[in-house]
């Protein structure tokens, strides 16, 4: 069963007010809606290649073979909300964008993403106590032939790579399915993404803390 | 993994070396790593144990070249001994001399049954994602020519993955080529291939690889991280090594960007995959020697060298992406620089915690 979940505005932890982002509850699931957020196109279609870019060789994925702009999708058992069709692109380049959650308390935070090149970073997550906790967040590359190198589960998988002016065969490409720990018994406000323009997040959601567990 | 046996000369005109040659890829190596990995394989060698062997930080001012094995050497000239000091590997750079066949030097190799390694343009191999479309200086190993066909064979681990015979025209384009530089191939183009090649000079005696080996090799990496000149570069040599010469990498990277100086950026990218990688192979060497014997501080460090690779993604990627725009991008560049100087000294920390334990 799905609830639309009205979005509340949570205190600042840096005075400004911030972004709110839509959410969707499915299950004890809070898809997160990213596509305020999305600055950076990394899916095109065959017949438009140059305008996406998942890396610095302008690389993109095959739009073909991949679900529509904000279409949800389930990867182990966690449900995910593309970001929508838009001008502005179809993910998150992490540059420290602050995604503000509705109020309450989740053992994890499930990310589709995928990065040019693996790499580790933090996320700085806010409680409404006034509390931060650095976490880390591990992704792994979308290029061929990287494995799950921090243990993500293949969440999308094409069997092509999109180059600037050619699709290529036998390059495959993929997203990962990554999660980060709550581990704070607090009720979660918000999330600071990375500073860190290799990872690329192309869905967020929330699992919320079983009842029996709070 | 795929197997071939090679068979030995069918024509007058036509060698192959013999044995399995055998794919060996990492996610966070290059051509470089995995054409000599390529080369071990076939003399029965591990290529983690050899090239994750040594660590150490080393910039060459002035001498980064826009091309994906672009690396630092510690022995000038010889790749081989610079990727791995602790085993009996040399290499040595080729250019046909004037006089001679194109070939020759390749043909003479195989005739010996020992491998080359060829620089190319990935412009001109029709295996290559980049084939017709991209410039981009690339290494291959090279197995065997066979004039009477007018091929020759070559075997790339690195994506999509390649092995077998190429005609012998394309890979000449490719190995002569210009690799001209162009506004979207400016990675890894704009430094001519040259028809350059590398001889590979294996020895006999490799040593085994056991806890009294990895204690020497942490014990150097301690010595290098804390050495400020290089031993055994010559006293001519400038490289910048050890910490204080990561410092002074990244602090001119840093003043570069705030002075708007992209090229020194765009830089950090072709440069930054050869410590990335080695961090890579060191890291996971490591740890798998540690979780096979039971040693958890020995794995533990090789994850801290392995957040090492982690953090060069960060450096090299901003830097890559900022490069047209250096001044906008000074507090990434600042927040990585410190993630990136954090993590190799949080590495060496627990490399002298392993060291001791073994």
């Given amino acids: 069963m799905r609830v639309e979940v009205p979005v509340e505005h949570q205190a600042n932890p840096n005075g400004a007010r911030p972004v709110a982002q839509p959410v969707t509850m499915v299950h004890g699931f809070a898809m997160v809606d990213l596509s305020s957020l999305a600055d950076n196109r990394a899916i095109s279609s065959a017949a438009a290649l140059g305008t996406g870019a998942m890396n610095v060789w302008g690389n993109s994925l095959p739009a073909e073979d991949l679900p529509g702009p904000g279409t949800t999708l389930s990867r182990e058992l966690v449900p995910f909300q593309l970001v929508a069709a838009s001008a502005a692109g179809d993910n998150v380049r992490c540059s420290g964008q602050y995604v503000s959650v509705p109020c309450g308390r989740y053992d994890w935070v499930h990310l589709l993403a995928a990065a040019e090149r693996r790499t580790e970073d933090t996320v700085a997550m806010h409680f409404v106590s006034g509390a931060v906790d650095f976490e880390a967040l591990r992704v792994s590359d979308f290029w061929t032939g990287a494995p799950a190198w921090f243990g993500e589960a293949q969440a999308l998988h094409t069997p092509f790579m999109h180059y600037?002016?050619?699709?290529?065969?036998?390059?495959?490409?993929?997203?990962?399915?990554?999660?980060?720990?709550?581990?704070?018994?607090?009720?979660?406000?918000?999330?600071?993404?990375?500073?860190?323009?290799?990872?690329?997040?192309?869905a967020l959601t929330l699992q919320t803390v079983h009842e029996e567990h709070r | 993994m795929s197997t071939i046996a090679q068979g030995n000369h069918f024509t007058q005109r036509a060698w192959v070396v013999r044995g399995q040659l055998l794919f060996w890829y990492r996610d966070l190596i290059s051509c470089l790593q995995s054409t000599f990995a390529t080369v071990l394989r076939h003399a029965g060698q591990d290529p983690l144990e050899v090239l994750g062997a040594h660590w150490e930080f080393r910039f060459t001012p002035g001498k980064v070249h826009a091309e994906e094995f672009d690396y630092p050497c510690r022995f000038s000239g010889d790749l081989g001994r610079s990727l791995a000091p602790y085993h009996p590997v040399s290499s040595r750079w080729h250019r046909p001399a004037e006089a001679e066949a194109p070939?020759?030097?390749?043909?003479?190799?195989?005739?010996?049954?020992?491998?080359?390694?060829?620089?190319?343009?990935?412009?001109?191999?029709?295996?290559?994602?980049?084939?017709?479309?991209?410039?981009?200086?690339?290494?291959?190993?090279?197995?065997?020519?066979?004039?009477?066909?007018?091929?020759?064979?070559?075997?790339?681990?690195?994506?999509?993955?390649?092995?077998?015979?190429?005609?012998?025209?394309?890979?000449?384009?490719?190995?002569g080529s210009t690799n001209q530089r162009t506004e979207q191939d400016e990675v890894f183009s704009g430094t001519g291939i040259d028809r350059r090649w590398l001889s590979v000079e294996l020895g006999e005696a490799f040593p085994e690889f056991d806890a009294a080996f990895l204690r020497r090799a942490l014990a150097a990496d301690r010595q290098l991280w804390g050495m400020r000149a290089p031993q055994h570069g010559g006293p001519e040599c400038d490289d910048w090594t050890g910490a204080p010469g990561l410092w002074q990498f990244l602090d001119t990277l840093l003043e570069c960007s705030r002075g708007g100086d992209g090229a020194v950026l765009a830089q950090a990218?072709?440069?930054?995959?050869?410590?990335?990688?080695?961090?890579?192979?060191?890291?996971?060497?490591?740890?798998?020697?540690?979780?096979?014997?039971?040693?958890?501080?020995?794995?533990?460090?090789?994850?801290?060298?392995?957040?090492?690779?982690?953090?060069?993604?960060?450096?090299?990627?901003?830097?890559?992406?900022?490069?047209?725009?250096?001044?906008?991008?000074?507090?990434?560049?600042?927040?990585?620089a410190r993630i990136l100087r954090n993590c190799y000294e949080a590495a060496v920390e627990t490399l002298y915690e392993a060291e001791v334990t073994l």
Avoid at chain 1, 173 to 179: G, H, K, T
Avoid at chain 2, 277 to 305: F, T
């Fill in chain 2, 269 to 336: 990218y072709p440069f930054g995959w050869g410590p990335q990688a080695q961090a890579s192979l060191h890291g996971e060497l490591l740890r798998r020697w540690g979780s096979q014997h039971r040693a958890p501080v020995v794995a533990e460090a090789g994850a801290r060298v392995e957040a090492v690779a982690h953090a060069w993604t960060g450096l090299r990627m901003t830097a890559a992406h900022g490069r047209h725009t250096p001044t906008a991008v000074v507090a990434d560049l600042e927040r990585h």
């Fill in chain 2, 103 to 175: 070939l020759a030097g390749l043909i003479a190799a195989a005739q010996r049954q020992q491998l080359t390694i060829a620089a190319v343009d990935n412009f001109h191999l029709p295996f290559r994602p980049a084939f017709h479309d991209v410039h981009a200086a690339h290494l291959v190993v090279v197995y065997g020519v066979d004039e009477h066909r007018g091929l020759i064979y070559v075997c790339d681990s690195m994506p999509p993955q390649f092995r077998g015979p190429i005609p012998i025209a394309d890979f000449l384009n490719a190995w």
């Fill in chain 1, 164 to 202: 600037r002016r050619h699709v290529q065969p036998q390059m495959p490409a993929q997203l990962w399915s990554q999660r980060v720990a709550v581990t704070r018994r607090d009720d979660l406000i918000g999330l600071r993404l990375p500073h860190n323009v290799a990872i690329h997040v192309f």
